[in-house]
């Protein structure tokens, strides 16, 4: 939200490999920020791979809310990709 996509993305990266006791939950929404960051900064692909994973497993755990977010998170992807053509 400050605009500094790019610090929330390496930081997000570098949480990716380390072993911890997150609650699923929070881990799932890591995914999902990550691919908003993405989003934001034009990687639609990619975005839209990671955010199809996070409705996903949001999706496994029951998590209605998570899912619709996702599915709005999509929504803006296509919405995006389809204004550079």
Not at 8 to 32: D, S, T
Not at 66 to 78: F, N, Y
Request: hydrophobic share 45%.
């Amino acid at each position: 939200m400050q605009d500094k996509y790019t610090e929330a993305l390496l930081l997000l990266l570098k949480l990716e490999g380390i072993p911890c006791n997150w609650h699923v939950m929070g881990a799932i929404q890591c995914l999902q920020s990550l691919g908003n960051i993405l989003r934001m900064q034009d990687n639609y692909v990619e975005a839209s791979n990671i955010v199809m994973e996070a409705q996903k497993q949001f999706l496994k755990i029951g998590n209605v809310l998570g899912v619709a977010q996702c599915s709005q998170i999509l929504g803006e992807i296509l919405f995006m990709a389809g204004q550079l053509h």
